[in-house]
């Protein structure tokens, strides 16, 4: 008698959009649609600098962040936390495939994808055999020390780009020396840009709030359009190099961006790729899963919910095989 009431309720810890779907109403859809946004806005420029960030075609990291924003909400625990393309995975996603020495950037993005596929069928199976508790014994300095260092890594390998040089190397050193021994190639207006555009961003995440307040905008505006900050970065340099024509000066663009999505197309599962690509795809779901705990479990306890970190497992699984 009691088989549908069990049935139910395993469904709704398994998909926990069957749970909140109860009480949605047009104030939360609302609330939702700002959200949605702002994320939006914030995604498009992440996504093509990460995708950069993991030597991947840009409009990769655009096809990356579609799918798994769905799989996601239909998946997992946190009701703030936005799932898309991160620094930290994508600097390990560079370092990992460029290690198997790939000639064409078709075997590249191939292996990239590999990579998400297995980082994704980890996840979801370790939230399946309820892991979730093994993040409670991890050393937060020492992911925090990770994170910091991979920080540091991050803005030296895009310094190049901020001056418009060539410069390569695995670690820190090889890139620093690699920036020096090119400097004088530097592209005065690329730095220029590069620059400008830094200053704005840092000035932004501090200054254009208040800044709007002061100018008797509401708060809530206030904090929306400050989020906007970087897409109106982008759209001023887009602007700059359209009517300046930087691109014939020297300044790097993205170019051009292929139209609609591409095909669905399963990951390649070769014997001697997967077990190559094996190890970091658990470092990889390792610390994805803690730093997306982390940051969920923060918004959650502002709002009194409840952070479920196995099925954010499957939450998470689900989102990087989507992708």
Partial sequence: MTFPTLTRATLERHLPILTWAKTYNRETLTSDAVAAVIVTIMLIPQSLAYALLAGLPPEMGLYASILPLVAYGIFGTSRALAVGPVAVVSLMTASSVGALGLSSPAEYAAAAITLAFLSGVILTLMGVFRL????????????????????????????????????EGHTLVETVVSLFENQHSTNPITLFVGLTATAFLFWVRKGLKPLLISTGLKPRLAEILAKAGPVAAVAVTILATVVLRLDEKGVAIVGDVPMGLPPLTMPSLSPSLVGQLLIPALLISVIGFVE????AQTLAAKKRQRIIPDQELVGLGTANIAA
């Fill in 132 to 167: 979730g508790f093994l993040a409670n014994f991890l050393s937060h300095p020492v992911i925090a020390g990770f994170i910091t260092a991979s920080g540091i890594l991050i803005a030296t390998s895009q310094l190049k780009h901020i001056f418009g040089i060539k410069a």
């Fill in 292 to 295: 997306s705990v982390s940051v």
